[in-house]
């Protein structure tokens, strides 16, 4: 899958689950991290877990999976790694902590309604 593909998937998941306020960084030009961030924020850790599983059981569906993820435990800020898109899925509390929107600010912000049918 291309990364437009996994960031349609991925945000058609997110929002599935009711994620507030979904953020697209294409950060291809700052780092070699990922191409794109995909930050999503949850209410409360049971749906930070149940945004993360949905993700990964929709791209795992289309066949992608994972290089890696972090954070399952404590459910407060999962990370989903697929090499070149990597979703962030947070408590809004921790999100707000961590603000990898203002980290990554120079980031071009993609509207993730586009990726929304």
Do not use: C
């Not at 435990?73 to 809004?92: E, G, K, M, T």
């Amino acid at each position: 899958m291309t990364d437009i593909e996994i960031l349609k998937e991925g945000v058609k998941a997110l929002d599935s689950k009711k994620a507030s306020d979904i953020k697209i960084l294409k950060v291809k030009d700052l780092t070699i991290l990922a191409n794109y961030f995909v930050i999503a924020g949850a209410s409360n850790t049971t749906q930070v877990k149940a945004m993360a599983d949905e993700v990964d059981f929709k791209l795992g569906e289309k066949g992608v999976q994972p290089k890696m993820i972090e954070g399952r435990q404590s459910s407060n800020w999962i990370v989903l790694d697929y090499i070149d898109v990597v979703f962030h899925v947070f408590y809004n509390e921790t999100r707000e902590f961590y603000d990898l929107e203002r980290l990554w600010q120079d980031g071009e912000e993609i509207d993730p309604a586009q990726f929304l049918d």
